[in-house]
């Protein structure tokens, strides 16, 4: 009998360890098969809140942020390229920018709470946002970027479009980004599994097969304890 496993995905869609994150997550939960029934909710979290509308250039950023030098920005780079890379995703070279990610937090926040013909809808355009943004350096705070990506994924564009033109969900998804601080997410991607165990970083696939495994077992023996 498969074990369910709620798996709250706090991230961003500018983090390039997020992608990396749920590409081994992802295959993790492939390789336990049947063990676990998974079901994954991407949350809210901004890596740059105060991010303007024109963005930054990735490499000015980073500077200004965590005082890194070219050289160390090009190895961090060709590291996060590698591993990509091993889990099947690419990481484009090239000009990219940072930009702000709130209307892309709230269309993924819309398919989640919709339910119905959206079920199941989220993880594609949370991993369509990655590809857009790391793969095709594409503007993701752009309504029509955005749109296109819903449309992609099977979407409803004119609805996507109606949230992004409006405020919609813009209260719900701040109150949740307070939430996982409150809980004491610092950085992305953290993933919380059954409301009670988190890991965080881009781990490795026998590393989420190992925790999950180990998640499992412990609320086993909570449920069933030894007489």
Known sequence: MSTPLKIDFISDVSCPWCIIGLRALDQA?????????????????ELNPQMGAEGQEIFEHIAEKYGSTREQFQANAEHIRERGAELGFVFSSGERRIYNTFDAHRLLHWVDVAGGELEGKQQPLKEALFTAYFSQHADVSSHTVLADIAQKVGLDRTRAEAVLASGEYAAEVRELERLWVSRGVSSVPTMVFNDQYAVSGGQPVDVFVSAIRQIIDEQSSVVNPAE
Not at 29 to 45: K, M, N, R, S, W
């Open 29 to 45: 939960l492939e390789h336990l098969g049947d063990e676990v029934h998974a079901q994954i909710h991407f949350q809210p979290f």
